[in-house]
């Protein structure tokens, strides 16, 4: 059986698929299937319409990934929306008006499309990856006493794509059906095995480097700022059209580790990179966190909900509407930021920046090999964990947590950074550890900071002559924060100790020095 | 899932055109919906253009394990499937006295469907038999078309008395006057007379129309092939009214 490529949703439905590719020798036209379908059968086909169709899927492909494929079906008898699980021969279908892509799928229509993909999606926004259209004509096959035995559509032949023929038997006609199917192959139109269309979008996730310990650091360097690079410049349209929330977070993980390695990488760069670039990608940074800031409390809204007593979650509606009347004026400038000059040349700057040290010789480079950076960028992030952990007792004030919690993601940085040359099984383990300990310093400075900027609003609600009962959601709030931040300082010695045991610094050494 | 069975005693009522529109009218409105031709006559399958062939006849289905699923068919309509009708099903008496729990054979069959259809009609021969003993326990509305006839009344008492007297599931039973003909002094004076709120009787009522006939030649639907019709209008009513909730 031959396999082609062709729009899984022309051909899925209630039995068995069947599908015709153009045969190579004679074309695939009404006139030649009914002359191949002898006085046994009998077609009808209508005059054809146009069908649009869009794949659909989240940014980071998240349905592809679960072996579901979605599209939107316009033709001139209306819209749908076409949901195909795994292995599945019938699609789920759903009638929708006036989509427009990207939509979250809170904003699809109740019903058991958005059931199925709610969980699958989750807060990503479903966008188009490909779209084209198809002209079609529905037709039947029919026996002598004019009964429909299968639904046919003819796709017709487009520019870059044959004709096609799909039969889809009605129940209880399987049997007539492949007697006509054999009829059709007998007279040159075999049938093949439909496949999903390949989709055009790029993978979005960072690849790995393969890379030896003795070739020269700044190879390394460059091959993973190109992919966070191509990660940002990737996320940034869908961070300038708001599409979800994920786009600036997954721009801003690309950016943090830049800069990451800007730092990491200091000692195998020409010096006047670091100092130059560094303030830029800071500025980059702060310029972001704003509405990242408050995306966190938009979508852990519905948490917080849960985490009140007394309040009723209609009592945070007043802190719902102030955060995205915040949220809109850090998003105005954060856009005004990125669409403005100075955004222009730090991207471009940047790149071209890339583009030279990639090229022969390497600059002014130490000439550092990737074995020996990671044996000093490991060794050093990780003596200062030690170090700074060590300090901390029940008196350390919170911003000593707070700097340990970043010396912790340089040092993750570093692990992701030297990962092509490292033990995979040793970095396994140390960064396990690692994920705890950064778990509780998370959760104990996120809770810190949520409870100063909760004050914040809770003030400003206050001077808005907010209702009592809001203020007092807003106080439950910060209860449960400081009873949460309470806890992860509790659970803070046994990470760190679990971190620091010796097993775990001989694997740091293992992973510096390599086998 | 609902079951409703087009039954009368009598024959030549319009059972099977009732039968065939209402499914389809269901069908149409978005109910996942199947016809089951219990009439060897097999005119509810002819009209669906589908053959009067059924694979080991009723005795399979009835006594042989044979799934009703393997034996449906799809019709030309979206929503529709059939289960048709052979000759076979002249025998349909004997073998469901053939069976365990012999009244509650066909409502056990189609208790195995319940997950696929929203609707189940029931087109039924004219007859007081073991067939129309499962039909009364496995239908939640008996649906009696009615020749507007000096008889009607006693036919319509005669069938009410018959569910009571059936014991078990009793079936809420909904007449209506079928082939009614306004020309007909008789015809008028009885709708008028049973008409008048009688709990059983619909206020709908089917002219006798040449497009209802028309539906053997055409072999589909009245609502399919003549949507604006009054007969299409008529049942359409009677669907409303009638229709389970």
């Given at each position: 059986?031959?396999?082609?490529?062709f729009?899984?949703?022309?051909v899925?439905?209630?039995?068995?698929?069947?599908?015709?590719p153009e045969?190579?020798?004679?074309?695939?036209?009404?006139?030649?299937?009914?002359?191949?379908l002898?006085?046994?059968?009998?077609?009808?086909?209508?005059?054809?319409?146009?069908?649009?169709?869009?794949?659909?899927?989240t940014?980071?492909?998240?349905?592809?990934?679960?072996?579901f494929?979605?599209?939107h079906?316009?033709?001139?008898?209306?819209?749908?929306?076409?949901?195909?699980?795994?292995?599945?021969?019938?699609?789920l279908t759903?009638p929708?008006?006036?989509?427009?892509?990207?939509?979250?799928?809170?904003?699809?229509p109740?019903?058991?499309?958005?059931?199925e993909?709610a969980p699958?999606?989750?807060?990503?926004?479903?966008m188009?990856?490909?779209?084209?259209?198809?002209?079609?004509?529905?037709g039947e096959?029919?026996?002598?006493?004019?009964?429909?035995l299968?639904?046919?559509?003819?796709?017709?032949?487009?520019a870059?794509a044959?004709?096609?023929l799909?039969?889809?038997?009605l129940?209880?006609?399987?049997?007539d059906?492949?007697?006509a199917v054999?009829?059709?192959?007998?007279?040159?139109?075999?049938?093949?095995?439909p496949?999903?269309?390949?989709?055009t979008?790029?993978?979005t996730?960072?690849?790995?480097?393969?890379?030896?310990?003795?070739?020269?650091?700044?190879?390394?360097?460059?091959?993973?700022?190109?992919?966070?690079?191509?990660v940002?410049?990737?996320?940034?349209?869908?961070?300038?059209?708001?599409?979800?929330t994920?786009?600036l977070?997954?721009?801003r993980?690309?950016?943090?580790?830049?800069?990451?390695i800007l730092?990491l990488?200091r000692?195998a760069?020409?010096?006047?990179?670091?100092d130059?670039?560094?303030?830029?990608?800071k500025?980059?940074?702060?310029?972001?966190?704003?509405?990242?800031?408050?995306?966190?409390?938009?979508?852990?809204?519905?948490?917080?909900a849960?985490?009140l007593?007394?309040?009723?979650?209609?009592?945070?509606q007043?802190?719902?509407?102030q955060?995205?009347?915040?949220?809109s004026?850090?998003?105005?400038t954060?856009?005004?930021?990125?669409r403005?000059?100075?955004?222009?040349?730090?991207?471009?700057?940047w790149?071209?920046?890339?583009?030279?040290?990639?090229?022969?010789?390497?600059?002014?480079?130490?000439g550092?090999?990737v074995?020996?950076?990671a044996?000093?960028?490991?060794?050093?992030?990780?003596?200062?964990?030690?170090?700074?952990?060590?300090?901390?007792?029940?008196?350390?004030?919170?911003?000593?947590?707070h700097?340990?919690?970043?010396?912790?993601?340089?040092?993750?940085?570093?692990?992701?950074l030297?990962?092509?040359?490292?033990?995979?099984?040793?970095?396994?383990?140390?960064?396990?550890?690692?994920k705890d300990?950064?778990?509780?310093l998370?959760?104990f400075?996120?809770?810190?900071v949520?409870?100063?900027?909760?004050?914040?609003?809770?003030e400003?609600m206050?001077?808005?002559h907010?209702?009592?009962?809001?203020?007092?959601?807003?106080?439950?709030?910060v209860s449960?924060?400081?009873?949460d931040?309470q806890?992860?300082?509790?659970?803070?010695?046994r990470?760190?100790?679990?971190?620091?045991?010796p097993?775990?610094?001989?694997?740091?050494?293992?992973?510096?020095?390599g086998? | 899932?609902?079951?409703?069975?087009m039954y009368?005693?009598?024959?030549?009522?319009?059972?099977?055109?009732?039968?065939?529109?209402?499914?389809?009218?269901?069908?149409?409105e978005?109910?996942?919906?199947?016809?089951?031709?219990?009439?060897?006559?097999?005119?509810?399958?002819?009209?669906?253009?589908?053959r009067?062939r059924?694979?080991?006849?009723?005795?399979a289905?009835?006594?042989?394990?044979?799934p009703?699923?393997?034996?449906?068919?799809e019709?030309?309509?979206?929503?529709?499937?059939?289960?048709?009708?052979?000759?076979?099903?002249?025998?349909?008496?004997?073998?469901?006295?053939?069976?365990?729990?012999?009244?509650?054979?066909?409502?056990?069959?189609?208790?195995?469907?319940s997950?696929?259809?929203?609707?189940?009609?029931?087109?039924?021969p004219p007859s007081?038999?073991?067939?129309?003993?499962?039909?009364m326990?496995a239908?939640?509305?008996?649906?009696?078309?009615?020749?507007?006839?000096?008889?009607?009344?006693?036919?319509?008492?005669?069938?009410?008395?018959?569910?009571?007297?059936?014991g078990?599931?009793q079936?809420?039973?909904?007449?209506?006057?079928?082939?009614?003909?306004r020309?007909?002094?008789?015809?008028r004076?009885v709708?008028?007379?049973l008409?008048a709120?009688?709990?059983?009787?619909?206020r709908t009522?089917?002219?006798?129309?040449?497009i209802?006939?028309?539906?053997?030649?055409?072999?589909?639907?009245?609502?399919a092939f003549?949507?604006?019709?009054?007969a299409?209008?008529c049942?359409?009513?009677?669907?409303?009214?009638i229709?389970?909730?």
């Amino acid at each position: 059986m031959r396999r082609s490529s062709f729009p899984p949703y022309l051909v899925v439905g209630q039995g068995q698929l069947l599908g015709f590719p153009e045969a190579d020798e004679s074309p695939l036209t009404v006139e030649a299937l009914a002359a191949a379908l002898t006085d046994d059968f009998a077609i009808e086909f209508g005059p054809p319409s146009v069908v649009h169709g869009a794949d659909l899927d989240t940014f980071d492909r998240r349905l592809g990934a679960a072996g579901f494929s979605l599209h939107h079906l316009s033709d001139p008898a209306g819209q749908q929306l076409v949901l195909i699980p795994p292995g599945a021969h019938a699609p789920l279908t759903m009638p929708v008006t006036n989509a427009h892509w990207p939509a979250l799928v809170t904003a699809l229509p109740a019903g058991a499309v958005r059931d199925e993909l709610a969980p699958l999606v989750t807060i990503r926004a479903l966008m188009v990856l490909d779209e084209r259209d198809h002209r079609i004509r529905h037709g039947e096959l029919r026996n002598e006493d004019q009964k429909i035995l299968a639904r046919l559509q003819l796709i017709e032949q487009a520019a870059d794509a044959p004709a096609w023929l799909s039969v889809n038997p009605l129940r209880g006609y399987g049997g007539d059906t492949r007697r006509a199917v054999r009829l059709l192959t007998a007279a040159g139109f075999p049938p093949i095995r439909p496949v999903q269309v390949a989709l055009t979008r790029n993978d979005t996730g960072v690849r790995q480097v393969r890379i030896e310990r003795s070739a020269p650091a700044i190879t390394l360097l460059v091959a993973a700022w190109s992919e966070h690079l191509a990660v940002m410049r990737a996320n940034l349209p869908g961070v300038l059209d708001d599409v979800d929330t994920e786009f600036l977070h997954d721009f801003r993980v690309a950016l943090r580790r830049t800069r990451s390695i800007l730092k990491l990488g200091r000692a195998a760069l020409p010096k006047d990179v670091s100092d130059r670039w560094e303030p830029d990608l800071k500025w980059l940074g702060d310029l972001t966190t704003p509405v990242r800031d408050l995306d966190v409390y938009e979508l852990g809204l519905p948490e917080m909900a849960g985490w009140l007593k007394a309040a009723g979650p209609a009592d945070l509606q007043t802190f719902a509407v102030q955060l995205r009347r915040h949220r809109s004026a850090a998003r105005r400038t954060l856009v005004r930021g990125l669409r403005s000059a100075r955004f222009r040349n730090v991207l471009s700057g940047w790149a071209d920046v890339l583009a030279d040290l990639a090229g022969p010789p390497p600059g002014q480079a130490s000439g550092l090999t990737v074995g020996e950076l990671a044996n000093r960028s490991i060794g050093r992030a990780y003596r200062r964990v030690v170090r700074g952990g060590a300090d901390i007792d029940q008196g350390t004030p919170a911003e000593a947590l707070h700097s340990l919690r970043k010396r912790c993601k340089e040092l993750r940085y570093a692990l992701e950074l030297f990962a092509p040359i490292s033990d995979r099984a040793a970095r396994k383990r140390v960064v396990a550890d690692l994920k705890d300990l950064q778990d509780v310093l998370g959760r104990f400075q996120d809770a810190d900071v949520q409870k100063q900027t909760l004050y914040r609003f809770a003030e400003q609600m206050r001077e808005a002559h907010a209702p009592t009962k809001a203020l007092l959601a807003m106080g439950e709030l910060v209860s449960h924060l400081d009873a949460d931040q309470q806890r992860a300082r509790g659970e803070f010695d046994r990470a760190f100790a679990r971190f620091s045991r010796p097993a775990g610094r001989t694997r740091i050494r293992l992973l510096r020095v390599g086998r | 899932m609902k079951v409703l069975a087009m039954y009368n005693i009598k024959g030549g009522v319009g059972k099977t055109t009732t039968a065939v529109n209402l499914a389809y009218l269901a069908a149409r409105e978005g109910q996942r919906t199947l016809l089951w031709d219990l009439d060897p006559q097999a005119a509810a399958t002819f009209l669906f253009r589908v053959r009067p062939r059924v694979k080991g006849g009723s005795r399979a289905l009835l006594t042989r394990g044979r799934p009703l699923a393997a034996a449906l068919k799809e019709t030309d309509f979206e929503g529709l499937d059939l289960l048709p009708a052979d000759f076979s099903y002249r025998n349909m008496d004997l073998e469901l006295d053939d069976t365990k729990k012999r009244t509650r054979k066909l409502g056990q069959l189609i208790s195995t469907l319940s997950g696929d259809y929203d609707m189940v009609f029931l087109d039924c021969p004219p007859s007081i038999s073991l067939v129309s003993e499962n039909v009364m326990r496995a239908s939640d509305l008996l649906v009696v078309p009615l020749i507007p006839a000096t008889l009607s009344l006693r036919t319509l008492d005669q069938l009410t008395g018959f569910v009571a007297d059936a014991g078990g599931n009793q079936p809420q039973v909904k007449a209506f006057f079928s082939m009614a003909d306004r020309r007909k002094r008789l015809h008028r004076q009885v709708i008028a007379t049973l008409s008048a709120d009688h709990p059983h009787v619909a206020r709908t009522i089917v002219p006798a129309l040449s497009i209802i006939e028309q539906m053997a030649e055409r072999r589909a639907p009245v609502p399919a092939f003549a949507p604006r019709s009054r007969a299409a209008i008529c049942y359409e009513q009677l669907w409303a009214e009638i229709r389970p909730t």
